[in-house]
């Protein structure tokens, strides 16, 4: 029998989206690469492409993954070699690119289309513009930025904790001094920003598959660097591992080191994170009851870096497929217009500011983006309050850091591979999203 007639691919002709953000068509805004872009559709046979973007797991896949977990919990990484893999991860990032050089890491190819502030940056027309990438690598997100720019004004520059990395792009043919820089950096420094970037001077700074790097201990350092580089309504572009992505679940016994946080055959760690994850390192809210399986020392090490000017309010919403606002000092919950997230800019929390209205806006996929308001008391008080990310029908200001960003956008990437010539199916998972400074959010150098 022939196969079912495919429709005719829509040519795309405006910036994707996040892949969370479906529409009814048979190409997805939203699918960061050339093989995706595809809704399956019950009539519509898996195996007649390579990609599809968005697809729901079954009783099937949640019973392998909740096996896969069971089964790396009961073979852990012994503590000695987690201490071991703690103790100093740059060098073995320094091995693997001793190895693999330039081989291992395609270039990104979508990254403008995913990220338009990068695009905006990269015009002839735009002025002098600064984009710092963090966990730079061999080169995949600096080449075609810099293959890309027609700005004279361009100030890029790559930082990675592995000298090794830093040596492959330095020497790559495409490395381009007069418009970029690469240098040695650990984004979880205790000694603060590199010495090359001023504070408050980042128009975009881009986290791309790098924050997965780190162990939890070291994420309030990062997201205080991050913080003090980006300049007052800078933006922050994130890309990285999703929680149950295969890569996770295919990993054998004793490569899990705790929730979320594994070491490869290689020795390299990797984190998988979920939405709730990113909503509290980012943006200070933590969920309280949910679906979410947390660490044991997570709260014990969330209490012990809380800001001081955290709000102790629990907020309860109740969920529409649009838009809900919550007011906290009250605990009412009433459904809203739908709010555009970038039209608002609020800074750091202000002791004694526990009376806002937080904005927040989920569409029907689960996509979060949210802005806040003060409410009548706070509004004559003349306070203002850090937006929270609300991510579960419970949550608490719970701060990592009292260095927190503003959420445009947050969202989860599910994409489904075929290999087809084998029969097999491959369940992808990535986590994408994007935040910006406060406008008041500088800090002091």
């Given at each position: ?7 005719a ?32 559709t019950?009539?519509?046979d898996?195996w ?12 099937e ?18 503590q ?15 091995t693997?690119y ?12 979508w990254l403008?289309n995913?990220?338009p502030e990068?695009?905006?940056c ?7 513009k600064?984009i ?5 690598g ?14 004279p004004?361009?100030?890029l ?14 020497t ?11 240098e040695?950096?650990d984004?979880?420094s205790?000694a ?18 790098c ?7 070291e ?9 003090r ?11 990285d ?6 890569a ?8 899990y ?7 490869r ?21 933590r969920?309280?009851?949910g ?11 969330s ?25 906290t000092?009250?605990?009412?919950s009433?459904?809203t217009?739908?709010n555009?997230?970038?039209a608002?800019?609020?800074g750091?929390?202000t ?13 029907e996929s ?23 990310a609300?991510a ?11 260095f927190r ?8 990437d599910r ?11 491959m369940?992808?998972v ?16």
């Open positions: 029998a022939q196969p079912a007639q495919q429709p691919r829509v040519p795309r002709t405006e910036p994707q989206l996040l892949a969370d953000q479906l529409v009814a068509d048979e190409l997805i805004k939203g699918a960061p690469s050339r093989n995706g872009g595809r809704l399956l019950a009539e519509r898996p007649t492409h390579n990609a599809w973007d968005q697809v729901e797991w079954g009783q896949e949640e019973a392998f993954a909740q096996s896969a977990l069971e089964r790396q919990r009961g073979s852990p990484v012994p000695h070699l987690q201490d071991k893999f703690n103790a100093d991860p740059a060098a073995q990032w320094d693997f001793a190895h693999n050089k330039d081989n291992f890491f395609k270039d990104r190819a403008q995913e990220f990068l695009k905006d990269l015009k002839a027309d735009s002025g002098p600064r710092v990438e963090v966990g730079c061999n080169g995949s997100t600096l080449f075609p930025l810099l293959a890309a720019n027609e700005n004004l361009l100030d520059h790559g930082y990675d904790y592995s000298k090794e990395a830093v040596s492959v792009v330095k790559h043919a495409s490395f381009d001094p007069k418009y970029c820089t690469c040695v950096w984004l979880s205790k603060g920003i590199p010495p090359t970037v001023e504070p408050n001077s980042v128009d975009v700074l881009t986290l791309i598959f924050f997965s790097a780190l162990h939890p201990d994420w309030a350092q990062a997201v205080e660097n991050v913080y580089m980006l300049k007052p309504g800078g933006i922050l572009l994130f890309r591992y999703g929680r149950n992505d295969l996770m679940l295919r990993f054998k016994a004793n490569r080191m705790q929730d979320g946080l594994y070491v055959g290689d020795n390299t760690r990797v984190y998988f994170f979920e939405r709730d994850d990113l909503a509290y390192i980012f943006g200070g809210v969920a309280k009851t679906d979410r399986s947390e660490p044991e020392n997570d709260t014990a090490q209490s012990d870096v809380a800001s001081p000017h955290t709000s102790s309010t629990t907020t309860t919403l109740t969920t529409t497929t649009d838009t809900t606002t919550t007011t000092d009250t605990g009412v009433t459904a217009e739908e555009d997230a970038d608002h800019h609020t750091l929390p002791p004694g500011a526990d009376d806002t209205t937080t904005i927040v806006t989920e569409t689960g996509e979060l983006s949210t802005s806040t308001a003060p409410s009548l008391s706070s509004a004559l008080a003349n306070l203002s309050v850090a937006p929270s609300v579960s029908p419970s949550t608490s200001r719970e701060t990592l850091t009292p960003l503003d959420l445009l956008q947050l969202g989860v994409r489904l591979l075929l290999n087809r010539k084998r029969q097999i199916k369940f992808r990535w986590m994408q999203g994007r935040w910006r400074k406060p406008l008041d959010g500088a800090v002091e150098e």
